[in-house]
C-alpha cells in the first residue's frame, strides 16, 4: 500500500540539528520541552505540560531548585518561550491528544533527553564537521534522544493530517528523564496511559547496528534502582577525643564491602554497584558524614527487589553498629517489561509496507540494553490487559551510545516516522 508523507527529509533534519545542538540532563530539559512544544503547537496540536502530565510526588532524584533555575535561565538565553516555561512549572513532559474528543486507545511514546558527556569536536564527527555540535558543555545527544523527539514531531504531523479519519484518541507522549529513570513513573502517576490498549515506542541503534534493520520487540531489560545514602555520624579531635566521635567514613566503607557481597539471586541475573564514595573532611577529624551512589538491577522486578531490599538491611545495619543517622533517597527505577507477541508479529508487518527496512535484517526481537524507562509505561499497560512494544531501528553507529563521537543514521528519520504512522494507524483500527 502506497503512503504518501508530508513531512520531508529536510524539515525532519532541521528538527533533528536543532534538537541536537540543545543536549539536556534529565528533568532540566527546558530549551527542549519549549522547542517540542512550539513545533507541536504550530502543527496544530493542544500540547499539555505541566502538572497535568506528571505527577510531582513521584519524581525521583529531582536536582534542586538552584540547579532548574539555572537551566532555565540558561534555555531562555537560548531562545526558549518564556511563556512554556511559566506553564511547565518546572516539570519538562508533554502530551499531544490527536483526538482528544475519543477515546485513548494507542499510546506513541518519544523520549528527548541528552547524556552528561562531552561531544567530540573531531572533524571525524560528523556534528561538529557540519556545524551543530552541543552548544552545552558537557550534555550530548549521545544516546539518539534528538532522534526520537524528531521522529516524534513528523508522526504528530502525520497523524494531524490523518486525524478526521480516527476512531479513536492516538496520544504522543513525550518523556524527559528517560537517562535518569525518572521520567516515566511520574507520568504514568498522573494518568498518561490510563485506558489505553496499544503501545509502541523505538529506540534507535542499541543493538540493531547495521543500517535498514529492525528489532520488532525487545527482550532482557533489567529492572533498577537507583539510590544515594547519606551517613552522619559526630565529628571530635581525632587525638583528643577519639571515643567521643562517630566515624561515618568507617561505616561507609564497611557498608560498602557488605553490599558488595550480597548474595547473588540463583533464579536469575543481579548486579550491585556502588559507583562514588564521599566522605570526612579532614587528617585530623572523626569523619562526621559519608555518602554512597549505588545501584541495584535484576532480570525480574522481584530480583531487584531482593537486591535493594538486602542493600536497605545493610545500610540500616551499619548505621546501628557505628551509630550513625542515616537517610535513603531514591533517585530512580525501571522495571522490566516483554514485547508483546502479537505487537511484535504487526512491527513486522508494518515493516514489510516500507522499502527501507530490509526483510533479511528484521528481527523478531533484539537483547535489552541495561534498564530503559520505557518499561514502567509497557507495564502499565500490559497490568491493564493491554499490549505494548519496544522496537530498535538499526542504524551504522560510528561509536556506541553515551560515547563523545555517537551518531546515527539521518536517513532512517523518515521511514521511522512512517512506522510510528502506520502503526497507530493499524492498531486505530482494531478495538
Ligand atoms: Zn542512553
Ligand atoms: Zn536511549
Not at 391 to 399: D, E, F, K, N, V
Amino acid at each position: 500500500m502506497a503512503f504518501s508523507l508530508s513531512v520531508t527529509q529536510e524539515q525532519l533534519v532541521h528538527w533533528r540539528r536543532a534538537l541536537h545542538q540543545h543536549p539536556e540532563s534529565s528533568l532540566l530539559e527546558f530549551w527542549t520541552a519549549s522547542y517540542l512544544a512550539e513545533q507541536l503547537t504550530a502543527l496544530g496540536c493542544d500540547v499539555k505540560v505541566g502538572g497535568e502530565v506528571m505527577d510531582r510526588a513521584s519524581i525521583m532524584g529531582s536536582p534542586d531548585d538552584a540547579v532548574k533555575q539555572h537551566a532555565q535561565e540558561v534555555a531562555l538565553a537560548q531562545g526558549a518561550s518564556a511563556e512554556w516555561l511559566d506553564r511547565m512549572e518546572g516539570l519538562t513532559g508533554l502530551i499531544v491528544d490527536i483526538r482528544p474528543d475519543l477515546p485513548l486507545h494507542t499510546v506513541l511514546r518519544f523520549d528527548f533527553d541528552a547524556v552528561d558527556v562531552d561531544e567530540s569536536d573531531s572533524a571525524e564527527h560528523k556534528p561538529s564537521r557540519e556545524g551543530f555540535r552541543s552548544l552545552n558543555e558537557g550534555r550530548c545527544h549521545a544516546c539518539g534522544h534528538d532522534g526520537h523527539a524528531t521522529i516524534g514531531l513528523g508522526t504528530a504531523l502525520e497523524l494531524m493530517r490523518r486525524r478526521d479519519s480516527l476512531r479513536h484518541n492516538v496520544r504522543l507522549i513525550f518523556e524527559p528523564a528517560e537517562e535518569g529513570t525518572c521520567g516515566a513513573e511520574p507520568m504514568v502517576s498522573a494518568g498518561a496511559v490510563e485506558g489505553a490498549r496499544y503501545f509502541f515506542s523505538a529506540h534507535i541503534g542499541a543493538s540493531m547496528t547495521r543500517p535498514h534493520s529492525l528489532a520488532c520487540g525487545t527482550y532482557g531489560f533489567l529492572a533498577s534502582t537507583r539510590f544515594d545514602v547519606e551517613f552522619s555520624g559526630r565529628a571530635a579531635h581525632a587525638g583528643i577525643d577519639p571515643h567521643v566521635g562517630r566515624n561515618s567514613l568507617m561505616a561507609a566503607a564497611c557498608a560498602v564491602s557488605n553490599l558488595l557481597a550480597i548474595p547473588r539471586h540463583g533464579k536469575g541475573v543481579s548486579r550491585i554497584n556502588v559507583g562514588r564514595l564521599e566522605a570526612g573532611s579532614g587528617r585530623n577529624v572523626i569523619p562526621a558524614h559519608a555518602s554512597l551512589m549505588c545501584e541495584t538491577r535484576g532480570s525480574t522486578t522481584a530480583i531487584n527487589e531482593y537486591m535493594f531490599e538486602s542493600a536497605r538491611r545493610i545500610v540500616e545495619s551499619t548505621a546501628t553498629m557505628y551509630e550513625q543517622e542515616y537517610a535513603i533517597r531514591l533517585m530512580g527505577r525501571a522495571s522490566t517489561a516483554e514485547s508483546d507477541a502479537e505487537m511484535r508479529d504487526l512491527v513486522r508487518k508494518v515493516s514489510a509496507e516500507i522499502p527501507y527496512f530490509h526483510q533479511d535484517k528484521v528481527e523478531d526481537l533484539g537483547p535489552g540494553f541495561g534498564s530503559d524507562d520505557v518499561c514502567a509505561f509497557i507495564e502499565a499497560i500490559q497490568k491493564q490487559g493491554g499490549k505494548g512494544t519496544y522496537a530498535q531501528i538499526g542504524s551504522h553507529l560510528p561509536a556506541g551510545h553515551h560515547n563523545e563521537r555517537f551518531d546515527f543514521d539521518e536517513e532512517l528519520l523518515l521511514p521511522a516516522v512512517e512506522l510510528f504512522c502506520r502503526m497507530a494507524l493499524e492498531l486505530d483500527a482494531r478495538n
